[in-house]
Structures are given as C-alpha cells and as structure tokens.
C-alpha cells in the first residue's frame, strides 16, 4: 500500500536536493483552486498541511498567480 504522504515527502527532499534549493513548496490544482499540499525546508520534516496558496505567507503568491493565468 502507497502512503501518500511518506510518498510527497520523500519526492520532496530529492527534488530539493537534487536542485540544490534550500526550500521547495509543491502546489497542486484540486477542484479548481491551486493548493499547497506540501512545504519543505532543508532537513526538516515536510509540512504536509493543505493550504489555498493565496492564504499561504511563504510564496509569492502573485508569481505563482502570473504563471496560472500565462501558464508559462
């Protein structure tokens, strides 16, 4: 059996380490609204709560907006 947030958490690390980042917020369309599903920082453990991105303080929200409406 999968565990989807063993699964997301573990994606996570790789890809920040693998890109050399230092943090990494992985944000999902669900029903039509872009929701961040995880947030990763370092060696921490994963922030697995689901958030609208626009309530979310940690990302700029209006990059992500711009890329949304450009989808570029």
């Known amino acids: 059996m999968i ?9 996570m690390q790789v890809v920040i380490e693998n890109a050399g980042a230092e943090t990494g917020t992985l944000i999902l369309l ?15 453990p994963c922030d697995l709560e689901k958030i609208a991105v626009a309530d979310c ?15 570029e």
């Open 57 to 71: 303080a940690t990302i700029p929200v209006s990059v992500i907006r711009s890329v949304e409406r450009t989808q």
């Open 30 to 44: 669900e029903e039509n609204q872009l929701t961040v599903v995880a947030q990763c920082s370092g060696n921490k």
């Open 3 to 11: 565990h989807l947030d063993q699964l997301i958490a573990t994606l």
